[in-house]
């Protein structure tokens, strides 16, 4: 499976020496529920087999490695993921696990254009600091939504 790497790699959890601390973005439901969730050496939530937090985790986690511009409607990607040339070789196929994550990722930022938009911005404002992104071949919102 495409995302079991991720357990063994944590390099999203994780930031490096020399480097500030994270804060992750969080929606207004995840300030509710988690309150902050910052990135010091490691994340907080980061277990022996990944992320403690399962479904629950924050949706800026669930999207790497991916990031969204809300301005351009378009995703990008974090090109130190080691996962991504998978990724993007996966999106050939609708039934793949590159695919499923890029719709259900779409499907929940459909949603936060309408209740929380402001956070999109905000996540891909701390994305672009954070991450070396490109833009994800021939994808966006727009283009997902209408297939």
């Given at each position: 499976?495409?995302?079991?790497?991720c357990?063994?790699?944590?390099?999203?959890?994780?930031?490096?020496d020399g480097?500030?601390s994270?804060?992750v973005?969080?929606?207004?439901e995840?300030t509710?529920?988690?309150?902050?969730v910052?990135?010091?050496?490691?994340?907080?939530?980061l277990?022996s087999?990944?992320?403690?937090?399962?479904?629950?985790?924050p949706?800026?986690c669930?999207?790497?490695?991916?990031?969204?511009?809300?301005?351009k409607?378009a995703?990008?990607y974090?090109t130190?993921?080691?996962?991504?040339?998978?990724?993007i070789?996966?999106l050939?196929?609708?039934?793949?696990?590159?695919?499923q994550?890029?719709?259900?990722?779409?499907?929940?930022?459909?949603?936060?254009?309408?209740?929380d938009p402001s956070?999109?911005?905000?996540?891909?404002?701390v994305d672009k600091?954070y991450?070396e992104?490109k833009?994800?071949p021939?994808?966006?919102i727009?283009?997902r939504?209408?297939?």
């Amino acid at each position: 499976m495409l995302f079991d790497h991720c357990a063994i790699c944590k390099q999203c959890c994780h930031v490096e020496d020399g480097y500030p601390s994270l804060e992750v973005t969080l929606n207004k439901e995840e300030t509710v529920r988690l309150g902050s969730v910052c990135m010091d050496r490691n994340c907080q939530h980061l277990g022996s087999n990944g992320c403690t937090l399962g479904d629950e985790k924050p949706f800026g986690c669930t999207l790497y490695p991916l990031s969204y511009n809300p301005q351009k409607r378009a995703f990008f990607y974090d090109t130190d993921c080691p996962l991504m040339p998978e990724y993007i070789s996966q999106l050939e196929s609708k039934t793949s696990e590159a695919s499923q994550h890029l719709a259900v990722v779409s499907k929940t930022i459909r949603l936060q254009e309408k209740r929380d938009p402001s956070f999109l911005q905000r996540n891909f404002e701390v994305d672009k600091d954070y991450f070396e992104l490109k833009r994800l071949p021939s994808q966006t919102i727009t283009q997902r939504s209408s297939k």
